[in-house]
């Protein structure tokens, strides 16, 4: 009978060196434990994607277009966002009564949903954009073929302090500001 021989512990101590030798991706770690790091760290990153922060507070509309499992594409909007610190009601005033309109004169608020509330606030802007610039339009009367009709202007108006209602985007409002001057204003 011939007698089996074991293999020397230098044999297997060189076997376990060569099942952890480094892989040419990451020097000095096994390639199994890298690979399993690398799907550690993508798991991570995908869990801290499934949290969507708001860059401001405020109340989420349209959340109901959301599906479970849904991917987010970037630039896409996802639900619309209504800032609560930042609330302000856009009336739309004939170019007429523009002529001694200014940013800051007070203005009152009536909402048609809410009688009897009425809420202050000041002009903030009038025209398109966001200062108190006008918008002003190009003539479209070249040919002299064209009916004047009186114009409708954006004017934002800031409400100074919380509502006692909550503000819901599309209610219809009736706005006056008073644009005396404050000399005007203390008779």
């Known amino acids: 009978m011939r007698a089996r021989s074991c293999a020397p512990p230098r044999?297997?101590?060189?076997?376990?060196?060569?099942?952890l030798a480094t892989g040419a991706q990451v020097p000095g770690v096994n390639p199994d434990l890298a690979a399993a790091q690398a799907q550690r760290d993508q798991a991570a990153l995908n869990l801290r994607r499934t949290v969507v922060r708001a860059?401001?507070?405020?109340?989420?509309?349209?959340?109901?277009?959301?599906?479970?499992?849904?991917?987010?594409?970037?630039?896409?909007?996802?639900?619309?966002?209504?800032?609560?610190?930042?609330?302000?009601?856009?009336?739309?005033?004939?170019?007429?009564d523009l002529d001694h309109m200014r940013a800051g004169q007070p203005a009152t608020i009536k909402l048609d949903a809410y009688p009897g509330t009425e809420i202050r606030g000041h002009v903030e802007s009038i025209g398109a954009g966001t200062g108190s610039e006008f918008s002003v339009l190009p003539a479209q009367n070249?040919?002299?073929?064209w009916v004047k009709v009186t114009q409708r202007v954006p004017v934002r108006v800031a409400i100074d302090s919380k509502p006692a209602r909550d503000m819901i985007a599309g209610?219809?409002?009736?706005?006056?500001?008073?644009?005396?001057?404050?000399?005007?204003a203390e008779k």
Not at 11 to 19: G, P
Not at 89 to 95: L, S
Not at 171 to 184: E, G
């Open 142 to 145: 070249a040919n002299g073929n």
């Open 171 to 184: 209610l219809s409002a009736h706005v006056s500001v008073d644009i005396r001057d404050r000399a005007q």
């Open 55 to 96: 860059p401001v507070s405020g109340r989420v509309s349209q959340a109901d277009r959301l599906q479970v499992g849904q991917m987010a594409v970037q630039g896409l909007p996802l639900v619309s966002l209504v800032a609560s610190d930042r609330v302000w009601v856009t009336a739309n005033f004939k170019e007429t």
């Open 11 to 19: 044999a297997d101590a060189a076997k376990a060196r060569a099942a």
